[in-house]
C-alpha cells in the first residue's frame, strides 16, 4: 500500500515556483553584468532586470506566506522569503549607488541562498 506524500514540494508549489523564478532572474542579473560591461544595451538591460529581480523576491515572499497562513506550511520559509528580500533591496540600493565591491558579491551569495532554498524545497 502506497503511502500519501505531504511533504511542502508537494503541498505548495507555487513556493516551489516562486524560488525557481527568483533563482532565473538572479542568474539572469549576472549575465546582464557581463553586458553591462560589453554592450551598450547592457545597463538598461540590468536595470530592468534588476526591477524583474526585485518583483520576483516579492512574490517569492507572497508564496511563503501563503503557503504558511492560509497553507498550514511551516513559517521558516517566510522569514527566509523576507531575508532575501531584504538582500534584494540592500543589492538595488548598492547598484543606484555604484558600489561594485560589495554589489558583486552579495549578488553571488544571494544566487546560491535562492539556488539553496530552491533545493530545499524540491528534495
Not at 4 to 17: I, N
Not at 94 to 115: C, K, N, Q, R
Request: charged share 5%; proline share 6%; aromatic share 6%.
Amino acid at each position: 500500500m502506497a503511502t500519501p506524500t505531504t511533504s511542502a514540494t508537494h503541498r505548495f508549489p507555487f513556493l516551489r515556483a516562486a524560488i525557481a523564478l527568483q533563482t532565473l532572474t538572479v542568474l539572469l542579473q549576472a549575465v546582464s553584468a557581463g553586458l553591462l560591461l560589453t554592450t551598450s544595451y547592457g545597463e538598461t538591460l540590468h536595470g530592468v532586470g534588476a526591477r524583474v529581480m526585485y518583483g520576483a523576491s516579492m512574490l517569492y515572499l507572497l508564496a511563503a506566506v501563503l503557503a504558511w497562513k492560509p497553507g498550514g506550511g511551516p513559517v521558516r520559509p517566510v522569514g527566509e522569503a523576507a531575508g532575501f528580500l531584504a538582500l534584494a533591496s540592500v543589492q538595488v540600493v548598492l547598484g543606484i549607488a555604484h558600489v561594485p565591491a560589495v554589489h558583486l558579491p552579495l549578488g553571488v551569495l544571494m544566487f546560491g541562498l535562492s539556488l539553496l532554498a530552491l533545493a530545499r524545497r524540491t528534495g
